[in-house]
């Protein structure tokens, strides 16, 4: 679903309610984990952290106007879905994730390239999410970010 939201808080508070508080948790855990040198908002529609324009002028490649995106979350029609672009750029993060959320969840892994989708609040693994929030400094992803560009 596609939420036409000016802030976090407006975000949640326009998700169907069984949702809000699985939500909040979730922001409060990425907000109490990600390292700092990341802002929050809203980014493509979603609850989304990125690498703002005063740490990094030139912005998304695609996009410059936008600041360099690395996670974010949304509720969609059947699942709350969690993106993180170290998943798909590390394969190092990948991997431990993969072999970590089994310790976490008993549902099978329902997950894209930089896609975690969890079909049931009560089954996001936010202690796993918590952890994944510190594998990468803004510095870091920066720099992966640039790499990953240079081979394009």
Same mark, same amino acid.
């Given at each position: 679903?596609?939420? $036409? ?7 949640? /508070?326009? *998700?169907?309610? =069984? ?11 990425? $907000? /109490?984990?990600?390292?700092? #040198?990341?802002? %929050? ?8 952290? +990125? ?7 030139? #912005?998304?490649?695609?996009?410059? &106007?936008?600041? !360099?995106?690395?996670? @974010? ?11 993180? @672009? #170290?998943? +798909?750029?590390?394969? &190092? ?6 072999? %970590? ?6 549902? $099978?892994?329902?997950? #894209? ?7 049931? *609040?009560?089954?996001?693994?936010? =202690? ?7 594998? !990468? ?7 992966? +970010? ?5 081979? $394009?």
């Amino acid at each position: 679903m596609q939420y $036409k939201a000016s802030s976090p808080e407006d975000y949640i /508070n326009q *998700v169907p309610e =069984e949702r809000q508080d699985a939500l909040k948790k979730l922001r409060q855990t990425i $907000k /109490n984990n990600i390292p700092k #040198g990341f802002e %929050e908002g809203i980014q493509y529609g979603m609850i989304g952290y +990125y690498v703002p324009h005063s740490k990094y002028p030139d #912005g998304y490649h695609c996009k410059p &106007e936008e600041p !360099l995106p690395f996670m @974010s979350f949304a509720s969609q029609k059947n699942s709350i879905n969690l993106y993180h @672009s #170290g998943i +798909y750029a590390v394969p &190092e993060i990948h991997d431990w994730f993969v072999s %970590e959320y089994p310790k976490y969840c008993k549902r $099978k892994l329902d997950m #894209g390239k930089s896609c975690v989708r969890f079909k049931k *609040v009560d089954d996001i693994p936010f =202690e796993l999410i918590a952890e994944l929030c510190t594998k !990468l400094s803004a510095d870091e992803w920066i720099d992966i +970010y640039e790499t990953n560009l240079k081979k $394009k």
